[in-house]
């Protein structure tokens, strides 16, 4: 969060100090995003789709209910805060903050500066009440308390500096082949998806230094912050005090259903709601470990929801969007 948030907050302060418009290179949000999709493509392994299958009915039920309550918090959203349905529909969108505005940069009529804000304060609220509910009330006695050590990375070498180039070649082709057919939402979606298929046909895709990876949050945060306008965040209270309730609303619903999964399956609570939290899979991984939660299904479950919002959610939400302006 601080990689993203820090460089956007800096850039929408300058812009309304200065009064100007600053230039940002197209090619370093493009870069960017192709080092952002291969990131969560990487997540796409065989043995995250072998547990996806061992409790698919489980996990179809949670991204059903997911939609539903997208849906109706993008419809609360347009009817409290006086906003349009795409803007309500990317701001409501449970992606992340840059993922979401990425794919709303190709959405003509979306209004950028909104649906930042709107996705800020969503992870903002997940990852500060999720984690909290989660240690203060259901916290497992037995939990990892605060043993666990940061993984050692593993030496880069030659090949996979190759691999690195061979594969950003690769998908800048496609995704400039996309362009040329003006497939939208492809910035992001094209990387990720030619990532995920390149792990799950059982190619090497080494995991990017920290260093990368945290340079293209920070781009993509300048890239953001540029964009916002602040004209438009007139009725910025209004949103703000909407999108608070709305996220409260949808995690006592995920809360809801979380418990009735308990009651059909040997899944325990605290890792349902972890699991079903729409946060990342870093922060709900963690949080996790360190409580004692089942940290597989925690993952299956968070993984699950990406490729449910990227492959079916995303592209419907473009469809209807592109109709209705049509």
């Given at each position: 969060m601080p990689w993203v948030l820090g460089p956007l907050?800096?850039?929408a302060?300058?812009?309304l100090v200065w009064k100007k418009n600053l230039l940002w290179p197209k090619w370093l949000r493009s870069s960017a995003l192709i080092v952002l999709g291969y990131m969560l493509g990487r997540t796409f392994t065989r043995e995250s789709v072998s547990g996806i299958l061992g409790i698919w009915p489980l996990l179809l039920l949670v991204s059903l209910v997911s939609l539903l309550i997208l849906l109706g918090s993008s419809w609360a959203m347009q009817k409290a805060a006086g906003l349009d349905r795409a803007t309500s529909l990317f701001g409501s969108l449970p992606a992340g903050v840059v993922q979401a505005v990425a794919i709303?940069?190709?959405?003509?009529g979306a209004d950028i500066s909104v649906v930042s804000l709107m996705q800020v304060i969503r992870v903002l609220v997940v990852v500060t009440v999720i984690p909290f509910i989660a240690t203060r009330v259901?916290?497992?006695p037995g939990g990892n308390g605060d043993v666990m050590t940061a993984p050692v990375p593993a030496p880069i070498t030659y090949r996979d500096i190759a691999l690195w180039a061979l594969y950003y070649l690769i998908i800048s082709l496609l995704v400039y082949l996309c362009n040329k057919v003006k497939f939208r939402g492809n910035s992001l979606i094209v990387p990720l998806t030619a990532t995920a298929l390149l792990a799950l046909g059982g190619l090497p895709v080494p995991a990017l230094p920290s260093g990368i990876s945290l340079l293209a949050q920070i781009c993509m945060g300048i890239n953001i912050g540029l964009q916002i306008?602040?004209?438009n965040l007139t009725a910025w209270k209004k949103i703000s005090l909407a999108a608070v309730i709305s996220n409260f609303i949808s995690i006592a619903l995920?809360?809801?259903?979380?418990?009735?999964?308990?009651l059909i399956s040997p899944?325990?609570?605290l890792t349902m709601f972890i699991g079903t939290a729409p946060g990342g899979i870093t922060e709900m991984g963690v949080t996790a470990l360190l409580l004692g939660a089942d940290v597989t299904i925690v993952s299956i479950f968070q993984i699950f929801r990406l490729l449910f919002v990227y492959i079916a959610v995303i592209p419907a939400l473009i469809w209807y969007v592109e109709k209705r302006k049509n």
């Open positions: 907050f800096s850039c302060l300058v812009k709303c940069e190709d959405i003509e259901l916290a497992h306008q602040i004209n995920f809360a809801a259903l979380d418990y009735l999964i308990t899944l325990d609570y």
